[in-house]
DNA sequence: TAGATTTTGTTTATTTTTGATCAAATCAAC
DNA sequence: GTTGATTTGATCAAAAATAAACAAAATCTA
């Protein structure tokens, strides 16, 4: 193992993993720590990483603000386990929307090396699979700096322009007596707009969001084909919505 | 066994394999590790594998294409110079293209605190400018990966929507003798998109690209109104573009 | 076939890379 | 701030890879 391969391990592990620590690194090439440092130094001098005390990271837009990792970490384990089962919903070929939830964020994980492509209003979707195999169409119109997404007319238009096999979107409440809600109209419109150019919707939804009510109703439940949950979502809710005539996966 | 039939087997081996090591190679063909050193210099010299030490690897493998932000501090004096003066040209207002050149990236630093609407298809412009108090409308389309921007058909009819009163672009090479020219097509059919909904095109160029050419002649000099340069453009180069009408900032 | 030429293999010297040690720098908790 | 733990970079010796020098083998040629 040379630095030439070792460079090409570290770089690949930086980017499937986002942080890796000289441990870790270590312990995986077969190599010393030093020798993970000196490596690190170099890569960081070309700049192909961000050198962190301990490590290192990605530099893609790693620094800058396109990053909502913090708010993406609530409930993570739950939210990697919904996406791993909508992971395995999603073919080779397949032309994806994914909207602009923190849930939906964490799939990206999950499909980084498919040969699809992801039609998106999300800019850390954006920025998280620019370093993969999958093609990204970057939905166009104004930029919304709280959500990091785009949103508005321009934007819906751009969609309306495509058509896809599924969509992956979240949703801030959903209930079986409202229907879906969200906490501001431009989400609700970028929602209602990707349903309508797409054969299969999957709602990623995790246990504390079912039976809440956010301030907009903006959709029945006919909106989406499928819904994808935790394990922690109680029996007794399973049952409701599955007579109300819901396909669940959990 | 001869060079002729180790080198097929060594290419054929480096390209299965992505790379391989001289002890490895010499067990294979049967012969020594001087002669597989031999070879690979041989090889190497050629172009046909990239030579590490210990072995050889693919040729693909081993280019490690400098990334964005390396490229956007690479003359970032000379860079940040020529940003200053742009942005003097900038009124509160304004609705200005800046396309996905490093010099413009730039430009962000200089313009956070403006009241301004940026139509861009630089991903790494939207990121800087996203906690800043311009407003940012993103060009919708395919991302290219390598450039970490967005090009392409639906690009530039998203640019088409868009009048602006200035536009700020990059140029890879720029000659009194051809006029404008690009590494690739795609960022040339960027700048035209641009350069008919603008009122004022300014060319940022750095006096390093004055009078070089590229291998795509796109557009006369005539399709920007002004170009800005830095101060450590020879007094002979700058009276020549006067002289051929050019307005020239720096 | 003898002699010249090229290629290959072995040995040796040189260079590069690596890993261990340890003082200095940095960070985190108090 | 001070302390204590961790990380780092410098130094140096060991290991690995390389290039150089030369001998042996294969190939070519007259």
Same mark, same amino acid.
């Given at each position: ?16 993993? =986002?942080? &890796? #620590?000289?441990?870790?690194? /270590? ?5 010393? %720590?030093?020798?993970?440092? !000196? ?101 166009? =119109?104004? &930029? #919304?700096?709280?959500?990091? /997404? ?5 934007? %819906?238009?751009?969609?309306? !322009? ?89």
């Amino acid at each position: 193992m040379n630095f030439q391969n070792r460079k090409q391990l570290i770089l690949q592990t930086v980017d499937e993993r =986002g942080s &890796v #620590d000289v441990r870790e690194l /270590a312990d995986l090439l077969q190599t010393s %720590e030093m020798t993970v440092r !000196r490596d690190l130094v170099q890569l960081a001098a070309s700049g192909l990483l961000y050198r962190t005390r301990g490590g290192a990271m990605k530099v893609s837009m790693a620094t800058d603000s396109l990053r909502f990792e913090h708010k993406a970490a609530v409930n993570a384990e739950r939210k990697d386990y919904i996406c791993q089962l909508a992971a395995q919903e999603i073919r080779e070929g397949d032309v994806i929307f994914m909207d602009c939830g923190s849930t939906v964020f964490r799939l990206c994980q999950f499909i980084r090396n498919k040969r699809i492509t992801v039609v998106t209003n999300s800019l850390p979707v954006v920025a998280e699979l620019m370093s993969s195999k999958v093609t990204v169409n970057l939905v166009g =119109g104004e &930029v #919304d700096k709280e959500r990091q /997404a785009v949103h508005g007319l321009i934007a %819906e238009e751009h969609i309306a !322009r495509y058509r896809a096999n599924r969509a992956f979107m979240g949703v801030d409440g959903i209930s079986l007596e409202h229907g879906l809600s969200a906490n501001s109209e431009k989400e609700a419109s970028i929602a209602m707009a990707i349903a309508r150019q797409t054969d299969k919707v999957y709602l990623l939804c995790d246990s504390s969001k079912l039976e809440t009510n956010k301030y907009l109703y903006f959709a029945p439940l006919s909106l989406f084909d499928v819904l994808i949950t935790d394990t922690e979502t109680k029996p007794d809710v399973v049952s409701a919505y599955q007579k109300a005539g819901v396909t669940l996966i959990h």
